[in-house]
């Protein structure tokens, strides 16, 4: 089968500017060419010479072996270098924001996650466990050295924060997805927020309680959407009709956290190996082998959303029981510290 490789080009920029601006000024900006050279192009009415593919791919990070599949061993990841990433909420946020937006702007998107340990989308419900996770990951993971002397303490959700979480989860719950859990959720965030107790890393240690709590409401809404089958935003009232929520239950351990997302014409995935510089591929032929994980997965797994009541409450019970084995370890702390 011939592919149209000038087509796949304007393509991908397409996808790349997202509709911020016209393909016609950002492509004539970089041949430097009118935007009537530019549509012809577009149209096909005119080759690219390889001068200006090379200007294309360089510019918009377009990788040469994977368009043609000169190497079909090796897969293309965008991300963001560590040694250039700037810890930021703001930034953050805004970066999940618009990988929404421009999802949702495609024909009948939806999603299948692999959760391990931490959902982070879901979580946004709840600001001050973002913020916290995600300052344990600067601080501690990456050693970030501003933040080195930094100890964590309460702040309130800035208006930014607020606005992009808000259409963060409005978004999100736009789309059907089906969501696979396994038995450690939350276990290694409940450990953080321990360690940085036991550690002295709170401004307030009474705060890792607080951090607790909001995990225990978070469970709450998770459970209740399991229980309708349908996602919504925490403290609003379940909808009469919305995309739906398909939680599955996997009896061993997702590996990593996996967001394969698929519309009428793009398929993509984001791997997330921690909090701060996911990757992400639009190489079909990876894509489609990492689905097959996924829907085997799926297959081995059991539905908790909707059906099976038992199997839900047990599963929720034992994590909340988790939590509360470590509420009663800083509770006893600190009432010895006040003796």
């Known amino acids: 089968m011939r592919i149209d490789h000038q087509a796949t080009i304007f393509d991908i920029i397409k996808r790349k500017i997202n509709g911020i601006d016209s393909i016609g000024n950002v492509v004539g900006d970089v041949l430097s060419i009118s935007q009537d050279a530019v549509y012809r192009r577009f149209r096909g009415e005119t080759l ?7 200007k294309l791919c360089k510019h918009f990070q377009i990788s040469l072996d994977s368009l043609f599949e000169l190497n079909k061993n ?46 982070l989308i879901p979580l946004i419900n709840f600001p001050h466990l ?8 600067a ?69 890792a309680l607080r951090l607790l709590d909001e995990l225990d409401d978070f469970l709450d809404h998770l459970k209740e959407q399991a229980t309708h089958g349908k996602k919504f935003v925490f403290g609003t009232q ?20 996996s967001i394969h997302y698929k519309t009428d014409d793009y ?25 097959k994980v996924l829907m085997k997965q799926l297959a081995n797994s059991s539905i908790i ?10 599963y929720f019970f034992s994590i909340k029981k ?9 509770l006893l702390t600190l009432e010895d510290n006040e003796l």
């Open 74 to 119: 090796k897969v293309l990841f965008d991300y963001q270098p560590l040694e250039v990433y700037d810890f930021s909420m703001e930034d953050y946020l805004e970066g999940i924001r618009d990988s929404l937006r421009a999802l949702k702007k495609e024909k009948k998107p939806e999603l299948i996650i692999s959760i391990n340990n931490t959902p």
């Open 139 to 207: 601080k501690t993971h990456l050693q970030i050295p501003e933040l080195q002397n930094e100890l964590f303490k309460y702040q309130k959700t800035s208006e930014r924060n607020y606005a992009s979480g808000t259409e963060i989860l409005r978004l999100y719950n736009a789309m059907p997805s089906k969501e696979i859990y396994d038995p450690e959720l939350l276990k290694g965030f409940t450990r953080e927020i321990f360690y940085y107790f036991n550690s002295h890393h709170f401004e307030d240690p009474s705060y």
């Open 48 to 54: 690219l010479t390889i001068f200006e593919i090379e």
């Open 238 to 257: 379940v909808p009469a009709s919305g995309n739906s929520f398909e939680m599955y239950l996997n009896e061993t351990l997702n590996s990593i956290t």
């Open 130 to 137: 973002v913020r916290f996770k995600l300052f344990f990951w």
């Open 305 to 314: 959303s909707k059906v099976n009541e038992k199997d839900r409450n047990n």
């Open 267 to 291: 398929t993509g995935l984001y791997i997330a190996h921690n909090f701060m510089n996911f990757i992400h591929t639009t190489d079909n032929e990876y894509i489609e082998d990492s689905r």
């Open 322 to 330: 988790m939590i509360e084995s470590y509420r009663k370890r800083i």
